[in-house]
């Protein structure tokens, strides 16, 4: 046996248990002048998760080592949440046996803050309420690594049809370095159809294996993750897969829903809808630059190359004039694609630009078009109008006027001449996507990306309802296709009232989602049950609340960016950046320890101040930059509490909870970089959001109290007084979180059941 340490650890997840987090193993110093976090690193991080029919067989496999220069004496510690049980545990080090003791949640509360006491770190106190299993001693030589190998069982939680698969990545904050590579990977496999898989924390890899059979994986390299791993996935033979995600904290107050819709995978594949697309490229001078023409006909030849079948197209040209290939639709045979293939070999730039009869023509050919089929435009241009109509409104009340057949235009903005409000404005007004390249990036990767995601449609013209809930707020405002291998997302609010009318059914109120449209061509409607829980707090479901106030502010930025500031729609950012600590390019002031979080008149004027650029700048690097900083905002998927990768300072060490991470690119360098910012000043623990002030983090709610004048509404406690751990047991596990987050030499001014405390 080598020097290297075997860990093996089974955890049965008792049938039926309500798993709200399953803890990682850590690493305890038992002397105790030495801290949890500091003494010891984490080399990497690899778990593999087998999920067969909601039973996940996880895997886990780790590598500690001593960054100290001495031997320190450590223990191995593995929280367990309520309702979970361990069957065995071994740790073998240096050939001798470790044997581990399963302690109860009263003892174990006990030790976590005993812990808590000693190493002057509230870190442990998220565990408060959870058992243990725990070692005893054992010697960590410094430099040396250590493998832990860890195994455990896991029922997964089920709501109605969606399945969560939880791992806790978050205890890697404890890692004093940067940890060289964390690779998750979730293989399920059911027997049902597999229709929505969807991560609200991370962003992942799918590959699929069938039906059935989807493989999921996360994997970052240099970093600390500070966030909980979680997918969602949906098994249920169905054409549409379709579930509804409510959160309702309270009541008497309208609640929050995230709506995902897939196609079948096997359906979506064996019947594909015919659609008619008209594909118009810019052949204007200034395409000629930075062999733009050749990226864009090389785009265009693959889309003409990946057509279907049964679809029919046409091609578009334009400079200062407009000519079609064919004339009109045109069958996608194979003699019909070589001759398009020809023509745009033989396509060169020169001349000027004239957008709006490039539209035109465009619009023209769909007109006649076959109504059961749907119709899209894919419109490429690197520049300004200068020839013909130039005036924006014109152009873009034009486009409405010609687009009898309702196509959806999709377009892209190469190069940093292009004017991104007026091809924000013909896709909002003709219900597409407009998307944006950099002068060297690859053209032909983005177009044939735009065009995969609407190469097979499935579903058009979607509507969604809930039967006797009206349904408010919803975004994207207008419901996108649904097309084979993709995911619909959709956010909004429903109402609370409505929700109080809805039959019973114990603690919960049952309605109907229907979702209907254009299925293969056909009108159909599916339908799905729908349980409702108001005035309870789901942290299952949590997220869905931030991720509905991202997408309000990305519409938002829209409005005025398209139609020019005004006071409300400023308040209207401003307040939802500040009460979620979302942190925008144009908000960013909220980060400033100077701020006024409660002044609304200072939250204007800077709010005013910054947010202008949107309405002004539509051209050049940061008119793209302002558009792309939009569009991560309107098309967001998911909202980490924090930064994706925890940053470290110019010693290398990781800065604690590093704070959170913005969406877009403050300034064009950071954009052409790729750099977004993180705002150390900024924190977001669940749905709360905190701003340091000084030493003192505050809510948006806790910061218009003043420690002097309003002393008699704030009750002091000291950190690791026997007052404090009673409050900690009165804790919701969300409420120690926030607890657990504060740091050295740090306050908290935090309202807990209407009573403000500020924690010294």
Known sequence: MNKAMTVTVMVAILAGAALTALADGMIVPTREDLRVRGMWAVKYHHVKMIVRDQVASVNITQEFYNTSKQAIEVEYMFPVPPGAAIDAMTMIVDGKEFSGRLLPADEARKIYEDIVRRKKDPALLEYVGFGLYRTRAFPLEPGKPVQVIVHYNQVCKKDNDLVEVFYPLNTEKFSAKEIDEVKVTVDIKSQADITAVYSPTHDLKTERKGPAHVIVSYEVKKAIPNTDFVVFYKAKNEQIGATLLSYQPDSKKDGYFLLLASPNPKTGQQVVQPKDIVLVIDRSGSMSANDKIEQAKDALSFILKNL??????????FNDSIE???????????????????????????????????????????????????????????????????????IIAASVKDNTAKARLFALGVGYDVNVRLLDKLVAENQGLS????????????????????????????????????????????????????????VGR???????????????????????????????????????????????????????????????????????????????????????????????????????????????VRGMRSSSRLSKEVANVMGQTHAMNRQAFNTALRVAPQSEAVPVDKAGKPLRDAGVRSLGYKTADAYEAGEREVYTTVRNVGNQAFYRRGRVWVTPKTSQLDLKKDKDKIRVIQRYSEEYFELALA?????????ASQGPDEELLVNFRSQVYLIQ
């Not at 009109?328 to 630009?353: N, S």
């Not at 109504?371 to 690197?382: C, E, M, S, V, W």
Request: proline residues 5%; contains cysteine; aromatic residues 8%.
């Open 324 to 394: 079609s290939f064919f004339d009109d639709l045109t069958a996608c045979d194979p003699e019909h694609i070589k001759q398009a293939l020809d023509m745009v070999d033989r396509i060169e730039a020169r001349g000027g630009t004239n957008i709006h009869k490039a539209l035109e023509r465009a619009f023209q050919t769909l007109t006649a078009s076959a109504a059961d089929r749907p119709k899209y435009i894919i419109f490429l241009t690197d520049g300004l109008p200068t020839v013909g109509q130039t005036n924006e409104g014109k």
């Open 494 to 604: 429903y109402d609370a009232a409505d929700v109080q009318e809805l039959p019973r059914g114990s603690a919960m109120r049952k309605s109907t989602l229907v979702i209907t449209g254009k299925y293969h061509g056909q009108e159909r409607g599916f339908e799905y049950p729908v349980a409702i829980k108001p005035g309870q707090r789901n942290r299952m479901y949590s997220f869905v609340e931030r991720l509905w106030a991202v997408r309000r502010v990305g519409f938002l930025l829209d409005e005025i960016q398209l139609h020019g500031k005004n006071k409300e729609v400023i308040d209207e950012i401003v307040r939802l950046s500040r009460d979620y600590g979302i942190m925008t390019p144009y908000t960013s002031f909220l980060a400033d320890e100077d701020t006024k979080l409660t002044s609304t008149e200072e939250l204007r």
């Open 435 to 490: 998307d944006y390249v950099k002068p060297g990036e690859p053209l032909e990767a983005k177009v044939s990306n735009m065009y995969a995601k609407i190469k097979n449609p499935v579903m058009t013209n979607i509507a969604i309802s809930l039967e006797g809930v009206k349904l408010k707020q919803i975004y994207p405002r207008v419901i996108p296709d649904l097309f084979d291998g993709s995911e619909l997302l959709l």
């Open 731 to 739: 804790n919701t596990v969300e409420e120690n979180q926030i607890l």
């Open 308 to 317: 279907n079948a049964e679809d029919r197209f046409e091609v578009v040209m």
